[in-house]
């Protein structure tokens, strides 16, 4: 009994840990939606009437949010079968959790593989030069390709040379403290040394993408643990009840 209620415990623990980890996922998913709308408001829409193909910075959001919520029922169900010393529940929780496992590891590597991808820097640079060429003549695109100027801290779609041919200065977003500054001329040293918003977009967008992976292998992990809890404890279980099965017979034939 001292097993078990030990086996309990720690699962018990692993499950709050599942729980939070399942929240930060669905969090982190809407933080990823959030800030990659953003950058793909920005996209020509005319240009892509006849693109019915589906880029992976744009699924992996959703997929986060799902993941993340079920994680979180899976946790529930793991705590209740460990509460109640149901074997069917906990069956139930590991079949679920060997499941996230699996897709977890698969999406990580999928996101290793196809991270550096031709198809993910084409995603990119088309967003981003599509954003840079409407700026030219639609202010409410101009002012946010100026947001992603001022959070990635970049300049142009190329680097600020491209400015040259329609303007007589550069955007203020180009410019260290662009907020108390009036103009940011084509001579500022720290705006001609930024990169290009297309090959900055490209490196911020691998690097999130690259942690979110590491870290759902590193979760996988832990979740391995809780998968190996639970098997003891439904097998411990299945001991108990075919002890005192066999008991009853016994005391049935005395």
């Given at each position: 009994m ?11 623990v ?9 929240l930060?996922?669905?969090a ?8 990659l ?7 020509n ?13 744009q ?6 949010i ?9 946790a ?11 074997r069917?529940?906990l ?7 060997l ?7 698969i999406?990580?590597t ?19 030069y599509?954003?840079y ?13 100026g947001?992603?100027e ?10 600020a ?12 977003t180009?410019?260290?403290?662009s907020y108390?500054?009036?103009t ?37 992990l ?33």
């Amino acid at each position: 009994m001292a097993k078990e209620e030990l086996i309990k415990g720690v699962l018990y623990v692993v499950n709050v840990i599942y729980a939070v980890f399942g929240l930060v996922t669905a969090a982190t998913g809407i933080w990823f939606f959030v800030q990659l709308s953003e950058f793909v408001a920005l996209r020509n829409s005319n240009h892509y009437l006849l693109d019915y193909r589906v880029y992976w910075p744009q699924v992996a959001p959703w997929f986060f949010i799902l993941l993340g919520l079920f994680v979180m029922m899976v946790a529930f169900c793991g705590w209740c079968g460990a509460n109640k010393e149901s074997r069917g529940l906990l069956g139930v929780y590991g079949f679920f959790l060997l499941l996230i496992i699996l897709g977890q590891l698969i999406s990580a590597t999928l996101i290793f593989v196809f991270v550096d991808g031709e198809d993910t820097d084409r995603f990119i640079k088309d967003t981003v030069y599509d954003g840079y060429y409407n700026s030219q003549s639609n202010p409410d695109v101009f002012k946010a390709f100026g947001k992603i100027e001022r959070k990635l801290r970049c300049c142009g779609a190329n680097d600020a040379r491209d400015y040259r041919s329609w303007r007589n200065d550069l955007p203020l977003t180009c410019c260290l403290d662009s907020y108390y500054r009036a103009t940011c001329e084509f001579t500022d040293k720290e705006a001609n040394e930024r990169l290009g918003c297309a090959k900055v977009a490209s490196v911020y967008t691998k690097i999130i993408s690259s942690s979110v992976a590491g870290a759902s292998l590193l979760i996988s992990l832990v979740e391995i643990t809780g998968l190996i809890l639970s098997w003891k404890l439904f097998k411990s279980l299945r001991e108990v009840e075919h002890y005192i099965t066999e008991r009853k017979e016994g005391e049935t034939e005395c």
